[in-house]
Every structure is written in structure tokens, then in C-alpha cells.
């Protein structure tokens, strides 16, 4: 009984750690909690330091920037990659008019969590242009 009790207990401790690994996770999480009227108060939880240390956060600006999940009506799918140090995430899917749309992400890894370190929107032609691969921004845009 003592061996079945350890291990649901190490099973249900390897299930937590999985889901703190999955990026589309985090970003699920970011795209239901980080809201207009809270992103103030919890940016910190989903960006990095490196993307908004020098931030003002009272700038409209810089809001629309930490909200760019509205960009994004509907998705379609996802891809992620893990590394050691980071990771990339792409969600394809449609924008507010149905067109369209890839949002590709940066993650550092600040274990447990994962937060986002640079993120990048693309308007696409077609849906063919989807990338079947996860991508980060860094691949592409230079700084």
C-alpha cells in the first residue's frame, strides 16, 4: 500500500512538472489571465525582465504591446521547442478579420516557469504560410 501511495504521489508531482514545462500552457494561462484592466498589476508573471525592465507601464502604448494576445481572434494550432535555456512557440490562427495571423514567441527559462522574452506578429498571405515548426523570433529579426 505504501509503494502504490508514493507512487500516485511521484506520478501527480511528474503531471505538475510537465504542464509547468508546456509553453502553449503558459501562454493559455497568459491569454486568460492578462487582461486590460489587470496587466499592470501581473505583466511581471508572463514577460521577462529583458523585454520590459525599462518599460513605462502607464504608456497606451506599451499596454497594446503586453496584450498582443488580441491580436489574435482564433487559433488554429501551435508548435512549440524546448531547449535548455529557452524556447520558441508559434500559434497560428485568425485575426479579428478572419485572416491569417502567426504569433511567434520567445520563452527564457526561469524554472519553474517560462516567461516571454521576445515576441513577434505576423500578417500572412494564406493559411499555407503556417509554420509546421515552432519559431522564435530571433531566427528572423535582427535587434
Not at 511521484?10 to 487582461?35: P, Q, T, W
Not at 504608456?59 to 498582443?68: A, D, V
Not at 531547449?83 to 490562427?93: E, P
Not at 516557469?113 to 500572412?124: A, E, G, N, Q, S
Amino acid at each position: 500500500m505504501k509503494v502504490l501511495v508514493m507512487f500516485l504521489i511521484l506520478l501527480a508531482g511528474c503531471s505538475s512538472i510537465y504542464n509547468e514545462g508546456s509553453l502553449f500552457s503558459f501562454y493559455e494561462r497568459y491569454l486568460v489571465d492578462a487582461k486590460r484592466d489587470n496587466i499592470k498589476l501581473i505583466y511581471r508573471d508572463f514577460f521577462d525582465d529583458a523585454l520590459v525592465a525599462d518599460v513605462d507601464i502607464n504608456n497606451s502604448f506599451i499596454i497594446e504591446q503586453l496584450l498582443f494576445k488580441e491580436n489574435m481572434k482564433k487559433i488554429i494550432s501551435h508548435k512549440e521547442s524546448l531547449y535548455k535555456d529557452y524556447g520558441c512557440l508559434t500559434v497560428n490562427g485568425v485575426d479579428n478579420d478572419g485572416k491569417p495571423i502567426a504569433i511567434n514567441v520567445e520563452f527564457s527559462n526561469h524554472e519553474p516557469k517560462w516567461l516571454m522574452k521576445d515576441v513577434d506578429i505576423l500578417l500572412l498571405d494564406t493559411k499555407e504560410d503556417y509554420s509546421n515548426t515552432a519559431v522564435c523570433p530571433k531566427e528572423y529579426v535582427i535587434h
